[in-house]
């Protein structure tokens, strides 16, 4: 199946201390000036970014066998965040762009952990 790109898939998550906080404000800094609470775009790489990655695949996943949509061979393949902004409110929220696919795959799907498998374990072609 070909690669799809999953757009605005938003998280929250809720800021745990004061040293995420001042962690934060030096995030600003290198971003310039951003009005407070507004989004800013930051890098994919981001430990916050690839957590909240994680938690959207996982909840698309479960939304997906809920309603049927992901079959009982099939496995999702994650692929690389293509694009995040995070903005702070009451924690943070991170819009994420992601590439995602799903696959039936032998191969993929005895790589797969709870139903998911990484691109770099799961050869995909058509990659779109």
């Not at 696919?101 to 993929?108: A, L, P």
């Amino acid at each position: 199946l070909p690669w799809k790109r999953l757009t605005k898939a938003v998280v929250s998550t809720q800021s745990t201390g004061v040293n995420e906080d001042e962690e934060e404000l030096d995030d600003l800094k290198d971003v310039g000036p951003v009005m407070p609470g507004a989004p800013y775009e930051v890098e994919v790489t981001e430990p916050g970014v690839l957590a909240a990655a994680d938690v959207i695949v996982n909840q698309l996943r479960d939304r997906a066998i809920q309603n049927q949509a992901l079959g009982d061979t099939d496995v999702i393949v994650r692929g690389d965040v293509i694009r995040a902004i995070k903005q702070v409110v009451s924690g943070y929220r991170f819009t994420i762009t992601l590439q995602l696919g799903v696959t039936d795959k032998e191969e993929c799907r005895s790589l797969a952990e709870e139903r998911i498998v990484s691109v770099s374990q799961c050869e995909i072609d058509n990659l779109g």
